[in-house]
């Protein structure tokens, strides 16, 4: 995913990320871009999954819709 301060690398993972270039850390919440439904999180060996209800799909954090929020 990419800083949208910067564009720069986010790391981390569920809805913590932070930029590697500018380092500021961000909130996300993701939505399913079908259904617009929030994905369950679900967390398998330290891995992150998200798997929407209503559509019953594994989604991936690129297709999903996504806000972000800048952490105080
Ligand atoms: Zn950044
Ligand atoms: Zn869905």
Same mark, same amino acid.
């Given at each position: 995913? *990419? @800083? !949208? *301060? =910067?564009?720069?690398k986010? /790391?981390? +993972? +569920?809805?913590s990320? #932070? @930029?590697?270039s =500018? +380092?500021? *850390?961000?909130?996300? /919440?993701? $939505?399913? *871009?079908? @259904?617009?439904?929030? !994905?369950?999180?679900? $967390?398998? @060996?330290? #891995?992150?999954? %998200? %798997? =929407?209800?209503? =559509?019953?799909?594994?989604?991936?954090?690129e297709?999903? /819709?996504?806000? %972000?929020?800048?952490? #105080?």
């Amino acid at each position: 995913m *990419e @800083c !949208p *301060e =910067c564009k720069g690398k986010l /790391d981390g +993972g +569920g809805n913590s990320y #932070a @930029c590697k270039s =500018c +380092g500021v *850390e961000w909130q996300v /919440d993701f $939505s399913c *871009e079908i @259904c617009h439904g929030k !994905p369950e999180m679900e $967390s398998h @060996c330290g #891995a992150v999954t %998200f %798997f =929407c209800q209503s =559509c019953r799909k594994l989604k991936s954090r690129e297709s999903m /819709d996504k806000t %972000f929020t800048r952490k #105080a």
